[in-house]
């Protein structure tokens, strides 16, 4: 510990104890035990009852003495003292004074008791810490006194007060100041003393950092006013005046302006006592509450959006209790007229009168909101006000109290009825369309008969020739079994080949949804081209396959892509039935093409025809046009619809030198597949 403050005795029982002591001490060695002689007789036993007496206050009084030498060896501790440290006057007489203090504190025990020793007969002062022998603390003040004993040695006299509580108090102060000035820096609130009567101000260190003033900066009413916001400073101005009048509590917000330009929000409330001499005195606290307001704005900003986005919406929002009934509609103006009337008090499955026809979906429904789970886009069928049939699709979240406590379901509606009316459109049109695609593929196989006949007499003539054989073989003496095996191989290969034609002609005629898959390109042509090979030669059309090797699988509906791709060759083959002086050439290439990073899988049909002129190339794709005299005009219109139900494109040009060519680009998926 550090040398405390060091002071002369005053006329105290330490100074008075001390005194004694230095008497006893000097009595000399034994001459109490001399036999009285004559007229000393009565002075020896005065002195023998003197230092009776001293030496019982010595030992009993409430204080800690002890003797010591220059070397620091304890020449004499009282019985009270050594008790107090946990010890006999024995255990602490002969053993060195620093025993009783901590090893931290040594050097500044040392540099007292030299202070003493030079300076003696006179008295000092100082507050340190004397270690039990329990290891506890003991706080004293000890009062010290060096003085020269009969022999002329310098001697050490302590006396020692305990004021371990009184230590235990200072710093239970001081810490409970730190957790305060903690707590305020913590809360960004700081507080305050005011004496009207004097104009002082006592800040703590929070209020400084609040404030931006440094903390020997004195305050004052003047100073404050100065850095309040100027527009609040005058309403500042009027609530401190009236408050050094009226002597009432007070409380107020207003906004300080920094040197920094920034500005902060502040709540001050304060509350009037009297002190000593009657005197207004107020006591209050100051908190910085810009995130509060920073917060609250946020939170008015948030508000506000929301309120617009909701009266924007074409949606009405709805409550309802644990029970799943009605309690609140929010019908926003467009939407008047939308909501069922007489719907409060009701559930969502008592105003919907499909709810026997759909049990699933209305079982699964209410199993979600005995779950107390959120659900989103339940589309249902009800009734107007006018009793017209409408579609109100909904979603709804579970909200609870501050216990966890159901408490029902917060949502919104919106009106879907043009949505759904306009799938219902979209899909009587796509099975219109489907329709239609399928007629389109029997008229064009009715235009395929004599290709398809063709395709299915040929190999039904190989099977009719390789059974004569095999007959003939079987009838040899001895039968030649060999070439009857072989003729009957024939005959199945043949079968085979005869089933495929008649497969894929049912395949085209048959009615069927879109199947989508993995597809060889190259395959669909060559199957597409095995239909029309008769109609190539009966219109004398060389056809020339350029087919890339190694092309990526697409997928698509096999049917709809040989549909579109025998309508552009039967389309080539017309347009070149009036060719004379040029060959009737068709072209079927498959390439792969990048595009602005896309790729894609290119198909085109080259012919060379009449070619397309301007209004035709317009044109060419739109429903009911037709440059055949008995065309009805939908055919490319329908292969137009099928790639681009394949996400894909159709498109037409001319040639030059002629003809006409007609490219479809089908997407690649993102990874090939060989």
Same mark, same amino acid.
Not at 73 to 78: R, S
Not at 100 to 127: G, I, K, M, N
């Given at each position: 510990?550090?040398?405390?403050?060091?002071?002369?005795?005053?006329?105290?029982?330490?100074?008075f104890l001390l005194g004694g002591l230095a008497a006893l001490r000097s009595s000399?060695?034994?001459?109490?035990?001399?036999?009285?002689?004559?007229?000393?007789?009565?002075?020896?036993?005065?002195?023998?009852?003197?230092?009776?007496?001293?030496?019982?206050?010595?030992?009993?009084?409430?204080?800690?003495?002890?003797?010591?030498?220059?070397a620091g060896t304890v020449l004499n501790v009282n019985t009270f003292g050594a008790?107090?440290?946990?010890?006999?006057?024995?255990?602490?007489?002969?053993?060195?004074?620093?025993?009783?203090?901590?090893?931290?504190?040594?050097?500044?025990?040392?540099?007292?008791?030299?202070?003493?020793?030079?300076?003696?007969?006179?008295?000092?002062? %100082?507050?340190?810490?004397?270690?039990?022998?329990?290891?506890?603390?003991?706080?004293?003040?000890?009062?010290?006194?060096?003085?020269?004993?009969?022999?002329?040695?310098?001697?050490?006299?302590?006396?020692?007060?305990?004021?371990?509580?009184?230590?235990?108090?200072?710093?239970?102060?001081?810490?409970?100041?730190?957790?305060?000035?903690?707590?305020?820096?913590?809360?960004?609130?700081?507080?305050?003393?005011?004496?009207?009567?004097?104009?002082?101000?006592?800040?703590?260190?929070?209020?400084?950092? #609040?404030?931006?003033?440094?903390?020997?900066?004195?305050?004052?009413?003047?100073?404050?006013?100065?850095?309040?916001?100027?527009?609040?400073?005058?309403?500042?101005?009027?609530?401190?005046?009236?408050?050094?009048?009226?002597?009432?509590?007070?409380?107020?917000?207003?906004?300080?302006?920094?040197?920094?330009?920034?500005?902060?929000?502040?709540?001050?409330?304060?509350?009037?006592?009297?002190?000593?001499?009657?005197?207004?005195?107020?006591?209050?606290?100051?908190?910085?509450?810009?995130?509060?307001?920073?917060?609250?704005?946020?939170?008015?900003?948030?508000?506000?959006?929301?309120?617009?986005?909701?009266? @924007?919406?074409?949606?009405?929002?709805?409550?309802?209790?644990?029970?799943?009934?009605?309690?609140?509609?929010?019908?926003?103006?467009?939407?008047?007229?939308?909501?069922?009337?007489?719907? #409060?008090?009701?559930?969502?499955?008592?105003?919907?009168?499909?709810?026997?026809?759909?049990?699933?979906?209305?079982?699964?429904?209410?199993?979600?909101?005995?779950?107390?789970?959120?659900?989103?886009?339940?589309?249902?069928?009800?009734?107007?006000?006018?009793?017209?049939?409408?579609?109100?699709? @909904?979603?709804?979240?579970?909200?609870? &109290?501050?216990?966890?406590?159901?408490?029902?379901?917060?949502?919104?509606?919106? &009106?879907?009825?043009?949505?759904?009316?306009?799938?219902?459109?979209? !899909?009587?049109?796509?099975?219109?369309?489907?329709?239609?695609?399928?007629?389109?593929?029997?008229?064009?196989?009715?235009?395929?008969?004599?290709?398809?006949?063709?395709?299915?007499?040929?190999?039904?003539?190989?099977?009719?020739?390789?059974?004569?054989?095999?007959?003939? %073989?079987?009838?040899?003496?001895?039968?030649?079994?060999?070439?009857?095996?072989?003729?009957? !191989?024939?005959?199945? !290969?043949?079968?085979?080949?005869?089933?495929?034609?008649?497969?894929?002609?049912?395949?085209?005629?048959?009615?069927?949804?879109?199947?989508?898959?993995?597809?060889? #390109?190259?395959q669909v042509v060559r199957e597409a081209m095995a239909l029309v090979r008769r109609?190539?030669? @009966?219109?004398?059309?060389?056809?020339?396959?350029?087919?890339?090797?190694?092309?990526?699988?697409?997928?698509?509906?096999?049917?709809?892509?040989?549909?579109?791709?025998?309508?552009?060759?039967?389309?080539?083959?017309?347009?070149?039935?009036?060719?004379?002086?040029?060959?009737?050439? /068709?072209?079927?290439?498959?390439?792969?093409?990048? !595009?602005?990073?896309?790729?894609?899988?290119? /198909?085109?049909?080259?012919?060379?025809?009449?070619?397309?002129?301007?209004?035709?190339?317009?044109?060419?794709?739109?429903?009911?046009?037709?440059?055949?005299?008995?065309?009805?005009?939908?055919?490319?219109?329908?292969?137009?619809?099928?790639?681009?139900?394949?996400?894909?494109?159709?498109?037409?040009?001319?040639?030059?030198?002629?003809?006409?060519?007609?490219? #479809?680009?089908?997407?690649?998926?993102?990874?090939?597949?060989?």
């Amino acid at each position: 510990m550090m040398l405390g403050q060091i002071a002369k005795f005053g006329n105290s029982a330490a100074q008075f104890l001390l005194g004694g002591l230095a008497a006893l001490r000097s009595s000399g060695n034994g001459e109490k035990d001399k036999p009285a002689v004559g007229g000393d007789s009565r002075q020896n036993i005065e002195l023998r009852d003197a230092v009776k007496q001293w030496r019982e206050v010595f030992e009993h009084n409430p204080v800690m003495y002890f003797m010591v030498d220059p070397a620091g060896t304890v020449l004499n501790v009282n019985t009270f003292g050594a008790a107090q440290l946990g010890y006999t006057a024995a255990e602490l007489t002969g053993q060195s004074v620093l025993n009783v203090f901590f090893e931290e504190d040594h050097d500044t025990v040392r540099r007292c008791v030299a202070l003493c020793l030079d300076t003696l007969d006179q008295s000092h002062t %100082w507050e340190i810490r004397k270690i039990r022998k329990d290891g506890s603390v003991l706080w004293v003040r000890e009062n010290a006194k060096a003085m020269l004993r009969g022999d002329g040695t310098p001697i050490l006299l302590v006396a020692c007060e305990n004021i371990t509580e009184r230590k235990e108090a200072e710093n239970a102060l001081r810490q409970s100041e730190a957790n305060l000035a903690e707590a305020q820096e913590l809360s960004h609130t700081g507080s305050f003393v005011w004496r009207v009567a004097t104009g002082e101000i006592i800040w703590s260190k929070e209020s400084f950092r #609040i404030f931006q003033f440094d903390e020997l900066t004195k305050p004052s009413i003047q100073l404050l006013l100065e850095r309040i916001h100027p527009g609040d400073r005058a309403a500042a101005q009027q609530k401190v005046f009236r408050a050094a009048h009226d002597g009432k509590d007070f409380e107020n917000e207003y906004r300080l302006l920094l040197p920094d330009g920034s500005t902060k929000h502040l709540h001050w409330v304060a509350r009037a006592t009297r002190d000593a001499n009657g005197s207004i005195e107020y006591v209050g606290s100051t908190a910085d509450i810009t995130a509060a307001k920073e917060a609250e704005r946020k939170l008015r900003e948030s508000e506000q959006r929301f309120r617009d986005y909701a009266e @924007t919406a074409s949606d009405w929002f709805w409550e309802t209790g644990p029970d799943h009934r009605i309690t609140l509609i929010a019908e926003h103006p467009d939407t008047a007229g939308t909501i069922p009337s007489g719907v #409060i008090g009701m559930t969502r499955w008592d105003i919907a009168p499909e709810v026997e026809l759909e049990p699933k979906k209305w079982q699964q429904h209410r199993a979600t909101l005995d779950a107390h789970l959120s659900f989103r886009d339940l589309v249902y069928r009800t009734k107007d006000n006018n009793g017209c049939p409408i579609y109100v699709r @909904t979603s709804g979240k579970p909200f609870f &109290d501050a216990t966890g406590d159901f408490l029902g379901y917060r949502g919104v509606c919106s &009106d879907v009825t043009a949505a759904i009316r306009a799938e219902q459109a979209e !899909e009587a049109l796509r099975k219109a369309q489907a329709e239609l695609t399928h007629v389109t593929r029997v008229t064009t196989l009715g235009e395929l008969t004599a290709s398809i006949a063709h395709e299915i007499t040929q190999p039904l003539a190989a099977v009719i020739s390789n059974a004569d054989a095999c007959i003939g %073989w079987l009838d040899r003496e001895p039968a030649d079994l060999k070439a009857a095996r072989r003729s009957a !191989e024939w005959i199945i !290969e043949d079968a085979n080949r005869a089933t495929e034609v008649i497969r894929r002609i049912r395949a085209l005629a048959k009615k069927t949804e879109i199947e989508v898959g993995p597809l060889d #390109i190259n395959q669909v042509v060559r199957e597409a081209m095995a239909l029309v090979r008769r109609e190539l030669a @009966t219109h004398a059309v060389s056809a020339r396959m350029e087919l890339a090797p190694d092309l990526p699988r697409i997928c698509g509906d096999r049917i709809q892509l040989q549909q579109v791709l025998i309508n552009l060759v039967m389309n080539g083959i017309e347009a070149m039935q009036a060719n004379v002086d040029r060959p009737r050439e /068709l072209a079927i290439r498959s390439s792969r093409a990048d !595009e602005d990073g896309d790729a894609r899988l290119l /198909l085109t049909v080259t012919d060379r025809g009449v070619g397309l002129g301007k209004d035709v190339a317009d044109h060419i794709f739109t429903p009911f046009f037709t440059t055949k005299s008995g065309g009805l005009g939908m055919g490319l219109s329908i292969c137009r619809s099928i790639i681009e139900a394949h996400a894909g494109r159709l498109s037409a040009f001319p040639n030059h030198g002629g003809g006409a060519t007609f490219q #479809i680009a089908l997407p690649l998926p993102d990874k090939d597949t060989p």
